[in-house]
C-alpha cells in the first residue's frame, strides 16, 4: 500500500534522469483544486546531469555509482523516511539493468571525473518483443585518452565526467522509457513498443501498468504527449511544411504561371494542416460538414452531451482490489467509449425517440437530479433567471471558454485510438478544380456518362455513387447508407473556381466542363463577360482622361487594387498587361515639401526620435520603434518629417494606420489592414493574405521605412501576422522581417473594456442626441445636463473632489484592492 501511494516518488528516485520542461508556474501545482496539473511550454524531455555529483550529493543516475549499502546510505541521507527493505528490494529487481551495470561499474573509479560515457540514444533492439537490452547496446566507456570521435552508436549522447552542461533525451528516443521509468522497464527495456498492445487487459497475465496507480496515470500523459509531439514535428520541418502548404495545388499552378519555380515561394505558411485534430484547418472543415447536414436536413433539435462517470456499475466491476476509478484510466476510457457507441446506436438505429423528464410527481427524486445535473438551458444575459445562475454567473460557467487540458482518461481514450468524431450520415468533401488545375477529381466525373442520374447535382453524387479513391472513378452506390457531399470551400477572391463551384450548385446533370458553360446552346468562353465588364469600367475613367491607353491602364489598376486587397494578382487572371505595378506606384508617391521643412521646427524629443529612426532607415540596420505620447503631442507630426525624408531620397516608405481617419492623415497613407491585407479572422497562426510574388510583397521587401499609427487601437494578432508574414517574404527571422517598422500610439486613448457591461441606454441616447444637434440647446450652442449625471460648480471649487468622492466611495479602504479599481473610473475628454 505505502510502496503504490509513493509509486510516482519512487519512481522518480529510482530513475537516471529528470524530468525537464518549462512550466507556466501560474497554472502548476494543485491550486487549490486538488488536482495536480501543469502548463508546459514546448517539449517535454528527460534530463542527464554529469556524471560528478553536485554540491547538493548524488542524484539520480549517479545514485547507481555506489554499492548497494552505500546507494542505500546515500538514498535514506536526501529522504529519511525511506523505507530500506523497500529500497533494497527495488534494487535488487533492478540489478540487471543494462543502465544499471553501466553507471555502478563507474562506481569502482576513483577518477570520475575523468571519465565519460556514450550512451546510445537510439537502441534498435528487437522491439516486437519485451526483449532487454544488453549492457554493451546501450553505452560503452571510454578511460581517459581514448578518442571520442570514435563513435560506436549512430545516434549517441556523451555525458562527461565534470562537464556542467546537461544532455536531454528526446521523447522519442528509444532510451528514453528505461531511463525515466526504471519501475515500469526493470530491465532497460526500450518502451518502444505500440502502447496501444501495453495497455491491454490479458486474462492471466501480470500488467504492470495497471497496478502502478498515480504512474500509470503520469506515463500515460507522457506517452500522449510523446505521440504529439512527434507528429508535431513532423508538421514542423521545413520539408513537410512545404507538402501540407494551404493552397498547395492551386499555388504550384500559379507559380508556374508567373514563371516562379520554387514551390515554397508559392503560397502562405500554414502550421498544422488539416489532418491535425483541432487545428484550425480541422475545425473549419468539420464545421463545414456539420453545417451541410444542416443545409440537408435541418437545424439540430437536441445537443447532447455525454459525460463519464467514474463509479458507473461496469467501471466499479472490473477494479482490483483496494484500486480507485482513478487508478484504472484504461477501464474508464473503454466504458465511456462502449456506452459512447451504445447512446449512438440507439439514437440513430431507433427511427423515433423522446427525450422526456422524469414525471416530477411519480419520481420526484429523479426529476431533481435530471434537472441538477443532466439539463442546461441557454442562461446568462439570455436567461437571468435560470436555476443555474448565481451572483449574476452561471455557476456550471458556461458558457465555457476554449481550453486544452490532457487527463490520463482522456490519454488513454486516445491512445487506444478511439475515434474523436463521427458523422451520420457522413460528409464527402468533394474537390472543386478549374479544367486542368488538377488531375483527378472532377474530371472522372465523365465516367458517369452511363449511369449518371441527369438530374443531380454534383455534390449530390455521393448519394447514389460511390467514391474510389484508387481508382479515381465514381460507382454506383449498392448499400442504402448514404453520404452527402459537400463542395470545398472557394473564396470569392478566387474568381474562376468560385463561379464554377456556384455554377456546380445549380447545373444538375452536366457531364464536362463545356457542358457548364453552356447555356441555352451557346457556350460561352471564358472571360468573355470580363471582357464586356472591362469596357463597361473604362467609362468611369472616361471623364477624367481622354488617352484610351492611360484609361485601359487606370482601369486595369483599379481591378488590380481590389484583387490586391483580396490577396490575389492580376497576372494570374489573363487580363491585358498592367504596365505600373504597386511598387512603382508606391515610388511616385511623391512628398509634400512642407514636410521637409517640419524638421527644423521638432522639439527635442521628437528631434532624438527622427535622428535615431532615421539613421537606422539610412545605414538599412532593421528595428523596432514605438512612439509613445499623449494625443497632441506630434506623434504624426514626427511621422510626416520622416516619410517626407524617406521619400525624398527616392526610398520607399510605407505609411499605415489603424482607423481610417488616421491614415488619412499621414501622407498617402492607408489603413493598415488595407496595406498589409490583414486578415478579419485572426488567430495566432494567422498570416497577411498578400502572397510572395504579390505586389505587396514586393513593395514591402522594398521598403526601407514601415510606419503603422494608432497601433494601440489594433489586436495583438495583427501586429503579430504583419510580423510573421514579413519574415515569411524576407526570409530572414528577426522581428519583422529586419524592417525598420515604426509604430506609435497611445494607450491612454484607449478605453477600458468592460466584459459583459450593460449600456446605459438613456444615457447613450442622450450623447446621440446631443451628437447630432438635436438635444435641445439654448444660447446657441449650450445644452442642459440632468442634475443627477453632473456635479455643481462648488463655490470653494473642491468640485473635482466631490466628483472622485462620488465614483470612489471609501477610497482609502479601498484602494488595494484590484476588483474595486477596475469597477470605478472617471473617463476625461482630455486625452
Ligand atoms: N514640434 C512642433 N512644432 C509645431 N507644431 C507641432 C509640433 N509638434 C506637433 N505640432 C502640432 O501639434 C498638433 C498635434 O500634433 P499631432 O497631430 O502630430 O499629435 P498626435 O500625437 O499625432 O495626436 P493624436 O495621438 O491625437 O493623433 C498638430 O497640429 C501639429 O502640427
Redesign the pocket.
Known amino acids: 500500500m505505502y510502496f503504490q501511494k509513493h509509486i510516482r516518488y519512487f519512481n522518480s528516485y529510482f530513475s537516471f534522469t529528470s524530468f525537464g520542461v518549462s512550466i507556466d508556474h501560474h497554472l502548476a501545482s494543485a491550486r487549490g483544486n486538488g488536482v495536480y496539473c501543469f502548463k508546459a511550454h514546448g517539449q517535454i524531455y528527460q534530463r542527464l546531469d554529469k556524471l560528478v555529483a553536485g554540491g547538493r550529493g548524488p542524484r539520480h543516475m549517479q545514485l547507481y555509482f555506489y554499492d548497494t549499502n552505500e546507494i542505500i546510505a546515500n538514498r535514506v541521507k536526501r529522504s529519511p523516511k525511506l523505507d530500506t527493505t523497500l529500497i533494497r528490494l527495488i534494487l535488487e529487481i533492478v540489478q540487471d539493468n543494462p543502465y544499471v551495470l553501466v553507471f555502478r561499474n563507474l562506481g569502482s573509479v576513483s577518477n570520475i571525473a575523468e571519465y565519460s560515457i556514450e550512451l546510445n540514444i537510439s537502441i534498435s533492439i528487437d522491439q516486437r518483443r519485451y526483449k532487454a537490452p544488453r549492457m554493451d547496446q546501450v553505452a560503452a566507456i571510454w578511460v581517459d585518452g581514448n578518442d571520442p570521435q570514435q563513435q560506436r552508436f549512430s545516434r549517441r549522447i556523451i555525458i562527461y565526467g565534470s562537464e556542467d552542461r546537461p544532455h536531454y533525451v528526446r521523447v522519442y528516443r528509444g532510451c528514453y522509457d528505461p531511463l525515466a521509468y526504471p519501475l515500469f522497464f526493470p530491465d532497460g527495456e526500450t518502451g518502444w513498443e505500440d502502447k496501444k498492445i501495453e495497455y491491454q487487459i490479458r486474462e492471466g497475465q501480470f500488467n504492470v501498468f495497471f497496478h502502478a496507480g498515480w504512474l500509470f496515470q503520469q506515463f500515460a500523459v507522457d506517452m500522449y504527449v510523446k505521440v504529439e509531439s512527434m507528429r508535431l514535428d513532423w508538421y514542423v520541418k521545413p520539408a513537410h511544411q512545404d507538402i501540407i502548404r494551404a493552397n498547395l495545388y492551386k499555388g504550384l499552378l500559379d507559380t508556374h504561371a508567373v514563371g516562379e519555380a520554387d514551390a515554397s515561394k508559392a503560397s502562405l505558411r500554414v502550421v498544422l494542416s488539416k489532418d491535425f485534430p483541432g487545428s484550425d484547418r480541422d475545425v473549419q472543415a468539420r464545421f463545414m460538414d456539420a453545417m451541410t447536414l444542416v443545409t440537408r436536413y435541418g437545424m439540430p433539435d437536441f445537443f447532447i452531451t455525454m459525460t463519464r462517470n467514474p463509479y458507473w456499475d461496469e467501471i466499479v466491476a472490473e477494479l482490483l482490489p483496494r484500486q480507485t476509478p482513478q487508478d484504472r484510466p484504461d477501464i474508464v476510457a473503454r466504458v465511456y467509449h462502449a456506452k459512447l457507441l451504445d447512446l449512438r446506436d440507439f439514437l440513430l438505429k431507433r427511427s423515433s425517440w423522446q427525450a422526456k423528464l422524469p414525471h416530477m410527481k411519480k419520481y420526484p427524486e429523479l426529476h431533481k437530479l435530471v434537472c441538477k445535473h443532466m439539463m442546461h438551458s441557454p442562461c446568462r444575459i439570455l436567461n437571468k433567471d435560470y436555476p443555474c445562475m448565481v451572483d449574476g454567473e452561471c455557476r456550471f460557467r458556461y458558457p465555457r471558454q476554449d481550453s486544452r487540458m490532457i487527463t490520463a482518461i482522456e490519454v488513454v481514450y486516445r491512445l487506444y485510438a478511439f475515434k474523436l468524431y463521427t458523422m451520420s450520415p457522413p460528409v464527402l468533401q468533394m474537390q472543386v478544380h478549374l479544367e486542368g488545375m488538377h488531375m483527378v477529381a472532377y474530371k472522372s466525373t465523365d465516367n458517369l456518362n452511363n449511369n449518371r442520374p441527369c438530374s443531380s447535382l454534383y455534390r449530390e453524387y455521393p448519394e447514389h455513387f460511390t467514391w474510389n479513391k484508387l481508382k479515381k472513378v465514381w460507382k454506383p452506390r449498392k448499400a442504402k447508407r448514404i453520404q452527402i457531399g459537400r463542395l470545398v470551400y472557394a473564396n470569392p477572391a478566387e474568381g474562376k473556381r468560385c463561379y464554377l463551384r456556384i455554377i456546380l450548385n445549380h447545373v444538375r446533370g452536366a457531364t464536362s466542363y463545356k457542358n457548364l458553360r453552356t447555356w441555352s446552346d451557346v457556350t460561352y468562353e471564358t472571360f468573355r463577360s470580363m471582357d464586356n465588364h472591362l469596357d463597361s469600367m473604362s467609362k468611369d475613367f472616361c471623364c477624367t482622361c481622354d488617352n484610351s491607353l492611360r484609361i485601359e491602364q487606370m482601369v486595369l489598376r483599379d481591378i488590380s487594387y481590389h484583387l490586391t486587397s483580396m490577396g490575389k494578382d492580376i497576372r494570374h487572371y489573363g487580363l491585358l498587361e498592367l504596365h505600373e505595378t504597386k511598387f512603382t506606384e508606391e515610388l511616385n508617391l511623391g512628398f509634400d515639401e512642407d514636410h521637409l521643412k517640419?524638421v527644423d521646427?521638432?522639439?527635442a524629443e521628437?528631434m532624438a526620435g527622427y535622428d535615431e529612426i532615421l539613421d537606422h532607415v539610412l545605414k538599412n540596420k532593421g528595428h523596432v520603434f514605438f512612439?509613445d505620447?499623449?494625443?497632441?503631442?506630434?506623434?504624426?507630426?514626427?511621422?510626416?518629417a520622416l516619410i517626407a525624408k524617406v521619400r525624398s531620397m527616392d526610398l520607399i516608405a510605407v505609411a499605415t494606420a489603424t482607423s481610417g481617419i488616421?491614415a488619412f492623415?499621414m501622407p498617402s497613407g492607408r489603413t493598415a489592414h488595407s496595406g498589409f491585407q490583414i486578415q478579419i479572422k485572426l488567430s495566432g497562426t494567422t498570416m497577411c493574405s498578400f502572397t510572395k510574388q504579390s505586389g505587396t510583397a514586393e513593395l514591402l521587401r522594398r521598403a526601407t521605412l514601415i510606419v503603422w499609427?494608432?497601433v494601440a487601437m489594433t489586436k495583438r494578432q495583427a501586429v503579430e501576422a504583419l510580423d510573421r508574414s514579413l519574415q515569411d517574404i524576407m526570409g530572414y527571422e528577426k522581428p519583422f522581417g529586419g524592417k525598420v517598422t515604426l509604430f506609435?500610439?497611445?494607450f491612454r486613448?484607449v478605453l477600458p473594456v468592460v466584459p459583459h457591461a450593460e449600456a446605459d441606454v438613456w444615457f447613450a441616447d442622450y450623447l446621440l442626441k446631443i451628437g447630432n444637434g438635436t438635444e435641445e440647446a439654448f444660447d446657441g450652442d449650450y445644452v442642459w445636463l440632468p442634475d443627477d449625471i453632473s456635479i455643481q460648480n462648488h463655490p470653494e471649487d473642491d468640485s473635482i473632489d466631490i466628483l472622485i468622492d462620488r465614483e470612489f466611495p471609501d477610497l482609502v479602504a479601498n484602494c488595494t484592492s484590484a476588483t474595486y479599481m477596475r469597477e470605478h473610473a472617471i473617463l476625461s475628454t482630455r486625452?
Open positions: 517640419i521646427t521638432l522639439i521628437q512612439v505620447g499623449p494625443g497632441g503631442t506630434g506623434k504624426t507630426y514626427l511621422y510626416k488616421a492623415i499609427d494608432e506609435g500610439g497611445d486613448q486625452n
